[in-house]
C-alpha cells in the first residue's frame, strides 16, 4: 500500500487499525529483511559532467560519482561511495564473469551495503591471500560477503598473504590446492578492488602485510599507493622488492586489460593512489566522491 499505490502512512494504520507507529516499523523491517529494496537510477551518478570529464581525460569506460557528504565527514563519504558501487555493482556483472574481489574496508563496505542481486553463473574469487588483521574486513570475508551478496561461487583463497620465507611461499604457492586457487585468479575478466595509500596508516601496514620499515624502502624507491598488496609507481608499474616473493596472491599483470577493472575509493589521500592504478591500465570504472573527482583532474599529470 505505502510502495505501490503511494497511501499514506497514516492512512494504511487507519485501514488496518493500527498505529502510525506500528507502520513505520513494519516498513522499516521490511527493507532490512530485503522484502522492500530501493534503488537509485545510475544513469544520475554516471552521467554527472565530473564523471564525463573522467571518462574523457583518463579513458575510462565509465564513471559513477557520488555527491560529497554536507558535513564533510571522511567516514559518510566513504559510506556513500560504497552505497554506491554496491548499487552499480550487480549491473556491471553479466552471466558467466568471473570476479575477482580485493580486501580493504572499501571493499568490505561495499559487500555490506550491496542488497542480494542474484546473477546466473558468477563466481567470486579472492585476489589476496589472508591477513592477521586487526579489522572485521580481511579478505576472505569481502569475498565470502560479496559472493553471498550476488549468489555466486566462491573461490577462496587458503593461504597467508605473506610469508615469512620465499622458499616456504614458493613451496606453498606449489601446493595442489593453492595452485588451482590461484589458477581460478587466471581466468577472472572483472575485479573489483581500492587503492591503499602508501603512507604509515595504511592498511597494508596495520594488517600486517608489510612493517614501517619495508614500507619506508618501497616508498623510497618510487612507490605511491598499493594494489590488491602490492605496491605501485606513480605509473602503476609494480615497485619490484622484497615482499614479492614472500606474497600468495594475484600479480598486478594479470589486472591489467580485463574487461572491468573497478576502482572504488575516497579522501585526498587516495587521489595519487587512484591516479596511479589508472595509469597502470587496471581501472576501466571508478567510483568516487565529487570532491575526489575533482582533485583526480586538477592532480592528474599532462
Not at 24 to 33: I, P
Not at 269 to 289: E, F, N, Q
Request: hydrophobic share 45%; charged share 25%.
Amino acid at each position: 500500500m505505502y510502495y505501490h499505490e503511494g497511501r499514506k502512512q497514516s492512512e494504511i494504520a487507519e485501514r488496518l487499525g493500527v498505529s502510525r507507529a506500528t507502520i513505520v516499523n513494519c516498513l522499516q523491517e521490511a527493507k532490512e529483511r530485503g522484502l522492500v529494496r530501493i534503488s537509485l537510477d545510475s544513469d544520475a551518478f554516471t552521467g554527472h559532467r565530473l564523471a564525463a570529464a573522467l571518462r574523457e581525460r583518463f579513458g575510462l569506460a565509465a564513471a559513477y560519482l557520488v555527491p560529497d557528504a554536507a558535513s564533510a565527514d571522511e567516514e559518510e563519504s566513504l559510506m556513500r561511495v560504497a552505497r554506491g558501487a554496491a548499487e552499480w555493482l550487480p549491473r556491471l556483472l553479466a552471466p558467466g564473469d568471473r570476479l575477482g574481489v580485493s580486501w580493504g574496508r572499501t571493499v568490505y563496505e561495499v559487500a555490506e551495503a550491496m542488497e542480494p542481486a542474484r546473477t546466473e553463473d558468477v563466481s567470486v574469487s579472492q585476489l589476496v591471500g589472508s591477513m592477521a588483521t586487526p579489522y572485521g574486513f580481511t579478505a576472505e570475508i569481502c569475498s565470502a560477503h560479496l559472493a553471498m551478496k550476488l549468489g555466486a561461487k566462491l573461490v577462496n583463497l587458503h593461504a597467508p598473504a605473506v610469508l615469512s620465507d620465499p622458499d616456504l611461499a614458493r613451496r606453498l604457492r606449489a601446493e595442489p590446492i593453492i595452485a588451482a586457487q590461484l589458477d581460478a585468479l587466471e581466468h577472472c575478466n572483472k575485479a573489483i578492488f581500492a587503492a591503499g595509500s602508501a603512507n604509515h596508516e595504511s592498511h597494508i601496514v596495520s594488517s600486517g602485510v608489510a612493517s614501517h620499515e619495508e614500507l619506508d624502502w618501497y616508498v623510497r624507491h618510487g612507490a605511491t599507493g598499493v594494489l590488491c598488496g602490492r605496491f605501485i609507481d606513480a605509473e602503476g608499474r609494480s615497485v619490484p622488492g622484497a615482499l614479492d616473493d614472500r606474497m600468495i596472491g594475484v600479480e598486478l599483470d594479470k589486472l591489467q586489460g580485463l574487461d572491468m577493472g573497478l576502482l572504488v575509493s575516497v579522501g585526498p589521500d587516495k587521489v595519487r593512489p587512484m591516479l596511479s592504478a589508472i595509469a597502470g591500465g587496471y581501472v576501466t570504472h571508478v567510483v568516487t566522491s565529487v570532491s575526489t573527482a575533482e582533485a583526480m583532474l586538477r592532480e592528474a599529470p599532462g
